[in-house]
């Protein structure tokens, strides 16, 4: 058996079992790579789909060569290949693996050849049940992880409370503006408005949220819970989620530790560290870098929707106007299947690549690089969590524009709790658009600097020895081997 530990480090093996989506599946690669540095044999489990991407985007043979004890298994998430798998049709795979993936992961659970018997099973808690029901049958430990923040993870924990108590179901438009005050920790925070979208029963509602809050309370069920981020950030609402989960680990953000944990395995022991890899389901373009060396210091807004969300052609049309005529420099990303196929037929061609005077159009941008690009001075992002985390660790102010599932709640949390930025959610206008711009990148530039510098420098303190999530990993790895093979 090769690899870097003794023999019985070796054996304790885990499979991780992300959902197929473009955010679970980096943040879950990550923790797979911690897990690898620190001795874990690890087995990652991929929908066919996402492997011939990662195949094709994300270095896995060199992954493969650095790591000897990692593997991949693949199963079928039961949709045609033609399935786009983003925007509306998430809700679907969701369903369909749900449905039907339970004999296919039994399967490779069972026939572990060649490789110790798993001790653990890291389920993406989206799969609450269904993990849940494997490990039982199996009798293998299973630990949720959940790719999402904690103040959502407790939102949607709490929304049949919501429910019982009548602050939900909202009612309709008018009723957005409306605080919520039975959340615990949260009273008084947020708006209906802020809610993660799926509580708007009108608004890009791929699924029930009476089925996620039940996925939710599974994870109660589970042996232990893993969440994406640090005391210094979300230390209210981790404080009522511990009430409920004792064994909470939260390792975030998860790329800073990472980061961190590489940098101190090179600094103690002659070994040449394992190269960062990409864990991109596209093609990354990196012509962006070449052209923010050639910008001036913190002058350039970074503008990126993450790999899920669409919009209109209207929307597309006044954000690129806004910017335009906010007079400052950008890098915006449009993936190609960002705006609807008939919508993004007539889309003028700088708007999809290419520079122009003050902007560089890409399909897929390296983003954590970017970010931390000293030219990048502002983040417009969709709010998605691995992209708030990395905005949050690079330092850089934002501009909120959420789209779905988490991303209305974080983006609360960034302006009014955190105060890093802007929240621009519900609108989409050419002139706000340009005033927000304005405001983050000039106006009130020092007032965000200084916040985002103070959250930066906590984010990157908890991934530090004697830090929160340094320590919390490290109490995680002595759970993992406490499990055996
Ligand atoms: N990302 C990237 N290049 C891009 C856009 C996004 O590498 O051009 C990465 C980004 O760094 C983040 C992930 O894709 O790690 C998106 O995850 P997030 O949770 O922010 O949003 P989602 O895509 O799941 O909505």
Same mark, same amino acid.
């Given at each position: 058996?090769?690899?870097?530990?003794?023999?019985?480090?070796?054996?304790?093996?885990?499979?991780?079992?992300?959902?197929?989506?473009?955010?679970?599946?980096?943040?879950?690669?990550?923790?797979?790579?911690?897990?690898?540095?620190?001795?874990?044999?690890?087995?990652?489990? $991929?929908?066919?789909? /996402?492997?011939?991407?990662?195949?094709?985007?994300?270095?896995?043979?060199?992954?493969?060569?650095?790591?000897?004890?990692?593997?991949?298994?693949?199963?079928?998430?039961?949709?045609?290949?033609?399935?786009?798998?983003?925007?509306?049709?998430?809700?679907?795979?969701?369903?369909?693996?749900?449905?039907?993936?339970?004999?296919?992961?039994?399967?490779?659970?069972?026939?572990?050849?060649?490789?110790?018997?798993?001790?653990?099973?890291? #389920?993406?808690?989206?799969?609450?049940?269904?993990?849940?029901?494997?490990? &039982?049958?199996?009798?293998?430990?299973?630990?949720?992880?959940?790719?999402?923040?904690?103040?959502?993870?407790?939102?949607?924990?709490?929304?049949?409370?919501?429910?019982?108590?009548?602050?939900?179901?909202?009612?309709?438009?008018?009723?957005?503006?409306?605080? /919520?005050?039975?959340?615990?920790?949260?009273?008084?925070?947020?708006?209906?408005?802020?809610?993660?979208?799926?509580?708007?029963?009108?608004?890009?509602?791929?699924?029930?949220?009476?089925?996620?809050?039940?996925?939710?309370?599974?994870?109660?069920?589970?042996? *232990?819970?893993?969440?994406?981020?640090?005391?210094?950030?979300?230390?209210?609402?981790?404080? &009522?989620?511990?009430?409920?989960?004792?064994?909470?680990?939260?390792?975030?953000?998860?790329?800073?530790?990472?980061?961190?944990?590489?940098?101190? !395995?090179? *600094?103690?022991?002659?070994? !040449?560290?394992?190269?960062?890899?990409?864990?991109?389901? =596209? +093609?990354?373009?990196?012509?962006?870098?070449?052209?923010?060396?050639?910008?001036?210091?913190?002058?350039?807004?970074?503008?990126?929707?993450?790999? $899920?969300?669409?919009?209109?052609?209207?929307?597309?049309?006044?954000? =690129?106007?806004?910017?335009?005529?906010?007079?400052?420099?950008?890098?915006?990303? /449009?993936?190609?299947?960002?705006?609807?196929?008939?919508?993004?037929?007539?889309?003028?061609?700088?708007?999809?690549?290419?520079?122009?005077?003050?902007?560089?159009?890409?399909?897929?941008?390296?983003?954590?690089?970017?970010?931390?690009?000293?030219?990048?001075?502002?983040?417009?992002?969709?709010?998605?969590?691995?992209?708030?985390?990395? #905005?949050?660790?690079?330092?850089?102010?934002?501009?909120?524009?959420?789209?779905?599932?988490? &991303?209305?709640?974080?983006?609360?949390?960034?302006?009014?709790? =955190?105060?890093?930025?802007?929240?621009?959610?519900?609108?989409?206008?050419?002139?706000?658009?340009?005033?927000?711009?304005?405001?983050?990148?000039?106006?009130?530039? +020092?007032?965000?600097?200084?916040?985002?510098?103070?959250?930066?420098?906590?984010?990157? *303190?908890?991934?530090?020895?004697?830090?929160?999530?340094?320590?919390?990993?490290?109490?995680?790895?002595?759970?993992?081997?406490?499990?055996? *093979?």
């Amino acid at each position: 058996m090769t690899g870097r530990g003794d023999q019985c480090e070796i054996e304790t093996h885990v499979l991780i079992f992300p959902f197929a989506a473009q955010g679970h599946v980096n943040c879950m690669l990550q923790l797979a790579e911690l897990l690898l540095l620190s001795n874990i044999h690890v087995t990652f489990l $991929n929908t066919d789909h /996402v492997h011939r991407r990662l195949l094709r985007f994300a270095d896995i043979k060199s992954r493969l060569a650095a790591y000897p004890t990692l593997h991949f298994e693949t199963f079928s998430d039961g949709l045609p290949a033609d399935d786009p798998r983003c925007g509306d049709s998430m809700g679907q795979q969701i369903k369909q693996v749900d449905l039907t993936a339970l004999p296919q992961l039994k399967k490779i659970c069972m026939e572990a050849s060649g490789k110790p018997r798993f001790s653990c099973i890291i #389920g993406d808690g989206i799969f609450g049940r269904l993990t849940n029901q494997i490990g &039982q049958e199996l009798g293998i430990p299973v630990v949720h992880f959940r790719t999402i923040s904690a103040c959502c993870f407790w939102a949607f924990f709490c929304a049949p409370s919501l429910l019982e108590s009548n602050e939900l179901p909202i009612r309709g438009e008018e009723d957005l503006d409306r605080m /919520v005050t039975s959340i615990p920790g949260m009273e008084n925070l947020v708006r209906c408005r802020d809610l993660p979208s799926l509580f708007r029963r009108s608004h890009k509602r791929t699924i029930p949220l009476e089925h996620v809050a039940f996925e939710t309370h599974q994870s109660l069920r589970a042996q *232990a819970l893993i969440l994406n981020t640090f005391e210094d950030l979300e230390g209210p609402i981790l404080s &009522q989620i511990r009430n409920l989960f004792p064994k909470l680990y939260t390792l975030g953000p998860l790329h800073a530790l990472l980061t961190a944990r590489k940098a101190s !395995k090179t *600094a103690s022991s002659e070994e !040449k560290p394992p190269p960062s890899f990409a864990n991109s389901l =596209w +093609e990354i373009d990196r012509t962006c870098m070449t052209w923010l060396d050639a910008q001036p210091p913190k002058s350039v807004i970074y503008v990126s929707f993450g790999s $899920n969300s669409t919009m209109s052609r209207d929307e597309l049309m006044e954000i =690129w106007y806004g910017l335009v005529n906010s007079k400052k420099r950008f890098v915006w990303v /449009v993936r190609p299947d960002m705006v609807a196929e008939q919508e993004g037929k007539d889309l003028p061609s700088e708007l999809v690549q290419g520079t122009t005077e003050r902007g560089c159009m890409v399909g897929w941008a390296p983003q954590q690089e970017v970010l931390e690009h000293v030219a990048v001075g502002g983040f417009m992002t969709h709010s998605g969590w691995n992209s708030t985390l990395e #905005g949050v660790v690079a330092g850089v102010p934002m501009i909120c524009w959420p789209y779905f599932g988490d &991303q209305q709640i974080n983006s609360r949390y960034v302006s009014e709790v =955190w105060k890093l930025g802007l929240d621009m959610k519900d609108t989409c206008d050419r002139k706000i658009v340009e005033k927000m711009v304005n405001d983050l990148m000039v106006e009130r530039r +020092e007032e965000f600097q200084k916040s985002t510098d103070a959250m930066a420098a906590g984010a990157k *303190a908890s991934v530090t020895d004697g830090g929160s999530s340094y320590s919390d990993f490290d109490s995680f790895i002595e759970y993992l081997k406490s499990l055996g *093979a």
